[in-house]
């Protein structure tokens, strides 16, 4: 064994810990020590907390649009502020970039990324961070670590700092027991009023010092900055929570509160900024899906409420959305029974009306009244009437419990019935062909199809009068506004399941077209023509309304049946009262 006093000079040294021994003259101190100028770096960090976006520019060697910096200086300088932006305008880029250069000039600030879904904070980490600003090698030598897990998502600074993702759930009561100083709430539409209120806002509550610690400059009376809530979105419907919040957080702007900013951004500036070409969104506009309100929210930065005219204002359809998923088929062992309207249109013109099928599910109350659940809908565009037929035999196979298959007769619809009136055969997954009878009109329309053997009576013919148009608007109104209708929940509150594979394509195209029936059921108005007669029409007559008569076809048939199933109640709670208890 070598001897102690075989080891080098160096390595005795560092053996011994004199390296580390700052009073001993091996020590690791440096020649020439320089004196650090305090009061310049004060001004140096203190200066780029006022321009953040220099300092993504200067030091960390950023590029950024004007409008990019306009964002980033409000963020940096303002309590609260609110963004309201165009689809694809880069938000969360610029949500990640502000939090770390606030990251790297506050030494070990907690800042907290929430959103309506746990993925959609958690993209900001791993899509942003990591997957893009992590290449810039500046942003990567402040980084300590990237954690990207469901449960812990998150990026440490070596300065203590820490960026994380936070997971708000269905209640937002997972996150209570998180402290940050600053929050950014990433699609700020689709979080609740209530969790901001009672979770996120007291988050940013606790006093802390985010200041250089230089008691030689500050002495004891160190600067306490409050906490910042930072709220980025693309806008929505004037009945939701966020407007009422911008609206509150615009006042107080312009009555002159230096604690509040908000700013729209609308597809223009993307434009202008070269994001994107104004040709390709306006090809957006022309699509057969996009009603002008939708391209108003989601690109235009406005939200949208109703005219003065709709008979079903937004206020009095959404407040029915509460249908968390779509059913494409109807649950195992299902007790429900289920009506499927349908709208025909043939034409394939992308200006065409589009067929139309809803499925309703029907739950009775012990009143006899009926809970009415939109659960499906689906257009078609350019179908023929064979291949809707067809469409119709396979639905019924989904949802077996179906009691009436209701069809609008008029114009091209008025040889479908007889399409279906004929004995089909479907092939099974196990390759067996099933044979099912022909379907046929119920009631005086049945007598036309008395040939047909073995026939089932289970389609209502619908033609459309003025009489028959008042009864269902009517009657439809009255489901809104005491609820007994519920439809599926917006789109945007399940798109983040949608990208993660937890429903299919058909479940969210079942969303979207509920959106996208709100939209013309809002663009609905009841007028007296010249003769008295009580007339619905369009307010925008560019915008469709094949979505709002295929419910409402549906819907008038359920009139019909709650009528009766009232009626039945009735009486039964009649001969009840002649009963004698002893």
């Not at 930072?230 to 911008?246: D, M, V, W």
């Not at 202008?272 to 957006?284: P, Q, R, S, T």
């Amino acid at each position: 064994m070598s001897s102690y006093k075989n080891y080098s000079n160096k390595s005795r040294k560092i053996k011994d810990n004199n390296y580390n021994d700052f009073d001993n003259s091996a020590s690791y101190d440096p020649a020439k020590l320089e004196e650090i100028d305090i009061e310049e770096w004060v001004k140096f960090i203190s200066y780029y907390r006022y321009y953040v976006d220099e300092f993504a520019i200067n030091i960390l060697g950023l590029k950024l649009y004007p409008f990019q910096r306009v964002i980033l200086r409000a963020m940096a300088r303002h309590e609260e502020s609110m963004f309201i932006a165009s689809r694809g305008l880069g938000k969360s880029y610029l949500s990640a970039v502000f939090f770390i250069c606030i990251a790297i000039l506050y030494p070990s600030v907690k800042l907290g990324i929430a959103s309506g879904k746990g993925q959609q904070s958690r993209n900001v980490i791993v899509q942003k961070v990591k997957g893009e600003l992590y290449k810039n090698e500046n942003v990567k030598r402040e980084i300590e670590n990237i954690k990207t897990g469901s449960d812990d998502c998150s990026v440490i600074f070596k300065n203590g700092s820490e960026i994380r993702a936070i997971v708000l759930g269905h209640d937002g009561e997972n996150a209570r027991s998180w402290r940050f100083s600053q929050i950014l709430i990433d699609e700020a539409r689709l979080v609740s009023d209530d969790i901001i209120s009672e979770i996120l806002v007291p988050m940013t509550k606790t006093r802390r010092n985010t200041v250089i610690n230089l008691s030689m400059i500050y002495g004891d009376k160190l600067p306490i900055e409050k906490g910042k809530i930072i709220y980025i979105s693309s806008a929505y419907l004037k009945t939701c929570n966020l407007y009422q919040r911008f609206m509150t957080h615009y006042d107080s702007m312009m009555k002159g509160s230096k604690e509040y900013f908000v700013c729209t951004l609308p597809y223009q500036v993307g434009v202008n900024a070269g994001i994107y070409y104004e040709d390709d969104i306006l090809k957006e506009k022309s699509k057969p899906s996009m009603t002008s309100d939708k391209f108003a929210y989601e690109y235009e930065a406005v939200f949208v409420g109703n005219s003065n005219d709709s008979y079903y204002p937004y206020d009095l359809t959404e407040s029915v959305r509460n249908l968390s998923k779509a059913e494409v088929r109807q649950p195992k062992k299902a007790i429900n029974s289920y009506v499927i309207s349908h709208d025909v249109a043939i034409s394939d013109r992308p200006d065409s009306d589009n067929a139309c099928t809803s499925v309703i599910k029907i739950k009775e109350k012990p009143n006899g009244s009926l809970v009415k659940e939109l659960v499906y809908m689906k257009t078609h565009n350019g179908m023929s009437l064979p291949e809707q037929a067809n469409y119709l035999r396979r639905l019924l196979l989904k949802y077996d419990n179906t009691i009436k298959l209701v069809i609008d007769v008029r114009g091209n619809g008025e040889a479908l019935p007889s399409l279906l009136a004929e004995t089909w055969e479907y092939t099974n997954d196990n390759g067996e062909v099933i044979e099912f009878p022909p379907l046929i009109p119920d009631g005086e329309n049945a007598k036309r199809y008395s040939n047909i053997k073995n026939s089932v009576p289970l389609i209502r013919e619908i033609s459309a009068t003025n009489q028959l148009n008042n009864s269902m608007y009517t009657y439809m109104k009255t489901c809104f506004e005491d609820k007994s209708i519920r439809l599926l929940v917006s789109s945007a509150l399940v798109d983040s399941d949608y990208k993660q594979g937890k429903i299919t394509d058909d479940e969210f195209s079942a969303h979207i077209n509920t959106d996208l029936l709100v939209q013309e059921m809002s663009n609905i108005k009841q007028e007296i023509s010249g003769h008295s007669n009580i007339l619905y029409n369009r307010i925008a007559k560019g915008t469709k309304r094949d979505r709002v008569t295929s419910l409402g076809y549906g819907m008038y048939f359920i009139r019909e049946l709650e009528i009766e199933n009232k009626n039945k109640t009735d009486n039964v709670y009649e001969e009840d009262d002649d009963i004698v208890y002893y």
